[in-house]
């Protein structure tokens, strides 16, 4: 009786390893490509020879310096894209020089995080975590000046936010009190008219009752 599967030289008796070593090497690019899958692409590089594109990895001197510089060159658009990339970056490798340029990129994007609008809060966050991991000490006197910043920055925010909200208090009491003396003054015509009404009669009954 024939085999029902022809023998494969790959495959064949005496050839485990083999096998063994194309399986793992099957799951190991599946692997990557689930990685690839949420990290995604790097946002669209400025032209070629225009700006040198970052080395998301290196915590260095030289290229966080240089950082900030890239990203003032970007149009908003392509600026919150990286920044949004480097979140999901952040969120598969948490290593030193990732954690240090999103803290840099949320510093200029304003609307990284959408809606929630926390960029300041979570830049001083990363720095706050990244800072005792710092050798360098040229990069920490710089990464210190970027968190006083920020500090400033988010106090400043925090306190214009007290303030819109007092604003708004103001103004749904404002308006309120608005109804209220709009009713007040509707109950004091309505007040006025029963008066008219009681002297227009009193005068009726004194008419009548006088001889």
Known sequence: MGRLFPRDAAFGRGEPLTVIRRVTGLFLCLGWLAGCAIVGRPPAQPEKGAVTGPEYESHSFRELTAYP?????????????????????????????????????????????????????????????ALPQVADSELRHYLLYHRQMAQRLFSSTHHERKVVRKLAQLRRSTRRLKRRLTDCQQESQELNAKLEALKALEDSLNHHGTP
């Open 69 to 129: 510089g890239y990203l003032a060159r970007l149009p908003m658009p392509q600026r919150r894209s990286e920044c949004q990339w480097l979140q999901r970056y952040n969120s598969v490798d948490e290593g030193l020089g990732v954690k240090l340029h999103l803290a840099l990129a949320l510093l200029a994007t304003p609307d990284c995080n959408g809606k929630q609008g926390n960029e300041i809060q979570q830049a001083l966050a990363l720095l706050d975590q």
